[in-house]
């Protein structure tokens, strides 16, 4: 089971970090993407980090201000989105998908399982 948190109402130029917490599997077998889907929109990738954290991959348009991480012990996965932007909006969800090798996994089709989603809201 994942369950994300931390979304809201931002202002354009804030910042968010959302959870995604993992239970009933050892976290570190797995990948862990993040993807959104704004409304009237189908979902899209937006970064996704190994099973060991060592590896990340980032959608363009929010590389250099989105930090993806995890902390295994605690079986949680974060992002970090800075200078947020009115395009920004969307709901967020975290995935997971068992993996043997550091493969970082950027397709939705890639991933088992999925969080309910939180959203998030940029505007003024």
């Known amino acids: 089971q994942l369950v994300e948190s931390g979304g809201g109402l931002v202002q354009p130029g804030g910042s968010l970090r959302l959870s995604c917490v993992a239970s009933?599997?050892?976290?570190?077998?797995?990948?862990v993407g993040w993807f959104r889907q704004a409304p009237g929109k189908e979902r899209e990738f937006v970064a996704a980090?190994?099973?060991?954290?060592?590896?990340?991959d980032y959608k363009e348009s929010v590389k250099g201000r989105s930090t993806i991480s995890r902390e295994n012990v605690k079986d949680t996965a974060y992002l970090e989105i800075k200078r947020l932007k009115p395009e920004d909006t969307a709901v967020y969800f975290c995935?997971?998908?068992?993996?043997?090798?550091?493969?970082?996994?950027?397709?939705?089709?890639?991933?088992?399982?999925w969080g309910q989603g939180t959203q998030v809201i940029v505007s003024s």
């Open positions: 995935a997971a998908q068992h993996t043997v090798t550091g493969a970082v996994i950027t397709t939705d089709s890639g991933y088992t399982y």
């Open positions: 009933g599997r050892p976290f570190s077998d797995y990948g």
């Open positions: 980090i190994s099973r060991a954290g060592t590896k990340r």
